[in-house]
């Protein structure tokens, strides 16, 4: 099989969009192009002594916004292709959701199962230096967040290199987000992709005109949902999806895959594998030792959460899913993509559907530049203006609330509720501006192709604004 070009597929994507609209050539070649990449070697010790020497990357994907944005990925397969490519559906994905970011991303290619957390440490401080010191960092430049193999602890390390080295800037703090809560991050943000994801998918099951071409009742209660992946993404998207009554009749991790067509409980499965080590043995499942078999498993709706070039040409005719909502960056290729359209798959893409991510992280950056964590103003001035006007209702109209009825009123303020409120509103409506475009544009028959003509539309038109193409 030739090597994929992952930059080249999201080429592929952008210009099949690029083709409905009427933007000068020049102009989308600047919006596609990635405008820096940064690769640099650095030598690690390990525990024993002996010095590896690692590869990173970042990539700066558009500077149409800044700063950039995009997550670091830790990865033993990553390439210079692969860190284009995911840079350049970041600044796609951030004019999709309006965010006012351009795209970033970045990799080091280590496999972190192979390395102890201090060694992970020294890589992270080390590979956060390099690009504060080539200025490929910074609140107001580039904003790098978790991606596979990062977390919260990782950008922790980062932060705290940062603030080493520029901790005489005040907002030194939102120099990158997916931090811990207690170190400058914010609630929900661990879950943000998978919410993100969830509400996307509850929102197109609501929509009966969409769910009767696909031979689907409207609603997620019942429906058969198959996930690849059980990370930060996959297993929120599949907990909120059995929380909201679908049943979720398969579920791989890189152990295997888990189905039961009766249901499986995410949080026992991932108890399950963090005391036994895999998905086998898993409790009333037949397990398969492919993660690859929940994309086939039967089933209304695909999740794939794991990594990019999972629904390829040769298992696209297998797939049985009525919906594809793609939680991973690049799961289907060109071709896969051709035969669910040609199927009538509905397929929702990443470059819209995973943004739950960024989105949250950009909360984040605001309550990093504001200094104040939200609610915190608002909080107890709202819950007494509820309760007044509760008070004075009661009087108007000679009732009394029940304390149980009083409390379902009155809810306080979290940090949590605002964001979550705040990304369930930027999905929606992302959601709606894609179908609009969809509806505008003559001859744009998938959610893809509508979400690239946005971006583009987005991307165009600010650096025009900006007055680079006068
Ligand atoms: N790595 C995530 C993504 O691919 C999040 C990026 C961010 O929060 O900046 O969307």
């Known amino acids: 099989m030739p090597e994929r070009r992952f930059f080249a597929d999201v080429g592929r994507y952008?210009?099949?969009?690029?083709?409905?609209?009427?933007?000068?050539?020049?102009?989308?070649?600047?919006?596609?192009?990635?405008?820096?990449?940064?690769?640099?070697?650095?030598?690690?010790?390990?525990?024993?002594?002996?010095?590896?020497?690692?590869?990173?990357?970042?990539?700066?994907?558009?500077?149409?916004?800044?700063?950039?944005?995009?997550?670091?990925?830790?990865?033993?397969?990553?390439?210079?292709?692969?860190?284009?490519?995911?840079?350049?559906?970041?600044?796609?994905?951030?004019?999709i959701v309006d965010v006012p970011y351009g795209g970033a991303k970045g990799a080091v290619c280590i496999d972190v199962r192979e390395h102890t957390a201090e060694e992970i440490e020294r890589v992270t401080r080390r590979y956060a230096y390099e690009l504060i010191s080539k200025n490929f960092m910074g609140p107001a430049v580039d904003v790098p967040a978790p991606d596979l193999g990062t977390g919260a602890r990782e950008m922790a390390w980062i932060a705290d290199t940062y603030q080493a080295v520029r901790g005489d800037q005040i907002d030194a703090l939102g120099c990158v987000t997916g931090k811990p809560l207690s170190q400058g991050g914010i609630a929900g943000r661990g879950e943000a992709t998978g919410r993100g994801l969830f509400y996307v998918l509850r929102e197109v099951c609501a929509d009966a005109d969409e769910m009767a071409p696909l031979g689907l009742s409207t609603g997620l209660d019942g429906k058969r949902v198959a996930v690849q992946g059980l990370g930060k993404v996959g297993y929120w998207v599949a907990r909120l999806c059995h929380?909201?009554?679908?049943?979720?009749?398969?579920?791989?991790?890189?152990?295997?895959?888990?189905?039961?067509?009766?249901?499986?409980?995410?949080?026992?499965?991932?108890?399950?594998?963090?005391?036994?080590?895999?998905?086998?043995?898993?409790?009333?499942?037949?397990?398969?030792?492919?993660?690859?078999?929940?994309?086939?498993?039967?089933?209304?709706?695909?999740?794939?959460?794991?990594?990019?070039?999972?629904?390829?040409a040769d298992n696209a005719p297998r797939i049985q899913a009525r919906i594809i909502l793609e939680g991973a960056n690049g799961p289907t290729t060109p071709e896969a993509d051709a035969v669910f359209q040609s199927r009538g798959v509905l397929v929702i893409p990443d470059v819209y559907a995973n943004a739950g991510g960024v989105i949250v992280s950009y909360f984040e950056w605001l309550k990093n530049l504001s200094h104040v964590r939200f609610g915190r103003l608002e909080r107890r001035y709202q819950e007494r203006a509820d309760n007044r006007l509760l008070d004075v209702i009661e009087t108007a109209t000679g009732t009394t609330l029940s304390a149980d009825d009083r409390g379902q009123i009155v809810t306080p303020i979290s940090e949590l509720t605002v964001v979550n409120s705040g990304l369930e509103e930027t999905m929606i409506t992302a959601y709606h501006k894609i179908r609009e475009t969809m509806r505008a544009v003559d001859g744009i028959e998938d959610l893809r192709t509508a979400a690239f003509h946005l971006a583009i539309d987005r991307v165009a038109e600010a650096y025009v604004q900006r007055g680079v193409f006068p």
């Open 243 to 312: 929380e909201a009554g679908a049943r979720i009749v398969a579920v791989a991790d890189i152990s295997g895959t888990a189905v039961d067509p009766r249901g499986i409980d995410p949080a026992a499965l991932r108890r399950h594998i963090a005391d036994s080590g895999s998905v086998a043995g898993f409790p009333g499942a037949a397990v398969h030792d492919s993660p690859a078999a929940a994309l086939e498993a039967d089933c209304d709706v695909l999740i794939p959460a794991a990594v990019e070039n999972q629904l390829t």
């Open 14 to 95: 952008f210009d099949r969009a690029a083709a409905f609209g009427s933007h000068p050539p020049g102009l989308l070649a600047q919006v596609r192009h990635c405008n820096s990449i940064y690769r640099f070697d650095f030598p690690v010790r390990r525990n024993d002594g002996s010095i590896d020497v690692v590869r990173a990357w970042r990539a700066e994907h558009s500077h149409h916004k800044l700063p950039v944005k995009g997550g670091i990925r830790f990865s033993p397969h990553v390439d210079e292709d692969e860190v284009m490519a995911l840079a350049a559906l970041m600044t796609y994905k951030c004019a």
